[in-house]
């Protein structure tokens, strides 16, 4: 046993050395706990895997390979509107699987992808130059990759490059798959106080004339 006497025990004194024992034996047979509050940040701060290590996971390869992999399209990934908390895990993860990350800005998403560790490539796409990477983008598409679109706030297509692309697709039958995310019309009606019940979202782009 934990816990011996070689002198006679009168029953209230062999009664304590029962429980003693018992409790003893539930500390060393709990698994120790970090507190709620340290899991969570242990969480957030661990890298995401791009592929589960092999020993984690049954099956062949290929299998193993499929369960963290995404399928081929066109991912239009919401991203945090002013908190880089404010993202989704499922976001995170398109953003660690894709192949590469088409960004309004790469300056200013790097620093999402750093505060995530997230080492997938960044690709800079705009409305100065989105009509130049439509078709290279196309292509890599029909050979199966995986790529992510992100603006520097808020979802891509809306008020932000991405529109005439995801059109590009629908129209080649490329799957287009929205990741949503956090948006601050929403956010905003939310917050103001005003009837939700009915609502109009509108927005409008200025050409300046030559």
């Known amino acids: 046993g934990l816990i011996s006497t070689t002198l006679p025990a009168s029953p209230p004194q062999m009664a304590s050395l029962l429980r003693l024992q018992a409790l003893f034996s539930l500390k060393l047979a709990t698994p120790r706990r970090l507190p709620s509050h340290l899991r969570c940040a242990a969480a957030v701060a661990s890298p995401l895997p791009r592929r589960l290590p092999a020993a984690a996971s049954n099956g062949s390869p290929e299998q193993r390979a499929s369960e963290t992999d995404l399928e081929s399209g066109l991912y ?7 908190n880089l908390e404010d993202i989704t895990l499922r976001a995170l993860r398109v953003l660690k699987c894709a192949h590469v990350i088409l960004s309004e800005d790469t300056r200013h998403s790097g620093k999402l ?6 080492k ?52 080649e039958k490329i799957p287009v798959i929205p990741i949503p995310g956090p948006s601050a019309a929403i956010a905003a009606l939310s917050a103001s106080g005003l009837p939700t019940e009915e609502f109009t979202f509108a927005w409008s782009i200025k050409k300046s004339q030559a």
């Open 76 to 82: 239009l990934v919401a991203t945090p509107i002013g």
């Open 113 to 118: 992808l750093q505060h995530y560790n997230i």
């Open 120 to 171: 997938t490539p960044l690709l800079s796409f705009h409305k100065f130059n989105e009509r130049e990477r439509e078709p290279i983008i196309l292509k890599r598409l029909h050979e199966g990759e995986a790529i992510a679109v992100i603006s520097d706030a808020g979802t891509p297509g809306i008020s932000d490059p991405g529109m005439e692309l995801a059109r590009l697709c629908a129209t």
